[in-house]
């Protein structure tokens, strides 16, 4: 019995410190989030999702010594900086970014300058499913779980409340 009490409590400690590492992560990048909603029409709780997930909530090796909280690769047109760490292949070349900031805007400009895209943007900003959906049909990831893992997130922690207070500030 005291090794199942024990076992029950390592556990739900292990779950306290991970929740409060994505709460931490949605109290400092939430602003970016909804400000880059407001530019670019990407839902907040969509890019907070993915951040959260692309970066293991900031803390991957990525977004550590790259700043690049989405996993995007370098592809053709990249002329910055990168960093090399294995994906789907090894080796695979990434964006660096200087600030996290910048990581953010790239992540908008990223969906909003590729047709692949644009049918997100025939959306409403505040359907976080179907943008979820969408990136995966569109090729963001190769996670056939993807649309799953972020609305898990956005439901788990209300993400979506960030979506519509964005959209009501609009008005």
């Not at 909603?37 to 969509?46: L, N, R, T």
């Not at 600030?99 to 025939?122: N, V």
Request: aromatic share 12%.
């Amino acid at each position: 019995m005291k090794k199942c009490l024990l076992i029950l409590f390592l556990f739900s400690s292990i779950l306290a410190v991970a929740q409060n590492k994505t709460e931490s992560y949605i109290s400092k990048y939430s602003s970016a989030a909804i400000a880059e909603m407001e530019m670019y029409g990407i839902p907040a709780s969509i890019t907070l999702a993915q951040g959260i997930l692309e970066s293991g909530n900031g803390e991957s090796r990525l977004a550590i010594q790259g700043n690049n909280h989405f996993g995007i690769k370098c592809h053709d047109n990249w002329n910055g900086k990168t960093i090399i760490a294995d994906d789907d292949e090894k080796r695979e070349c990434f964006r660096k970014y200087r600030k996290i900031a910048e990581s953010y805007r790239d992540h908008s400009l990223f969906l909003t300058e590729r047709e692949r895209y644009a049918s997100l943007f025939l959306l409403s900003p505040t359907n976080y499913k179907a943008w979820a959906k969408g990136l995966k049909e569109a090729g963001y990831a190769t996670n056939p779980m993807y649309p799953t893992l972020l609305i898990n997130l956005i439901e788990k922690y209300d993400l979506d409340r960030l979506d519509k207070w964005s959209a009501q500030q609009k008005k």
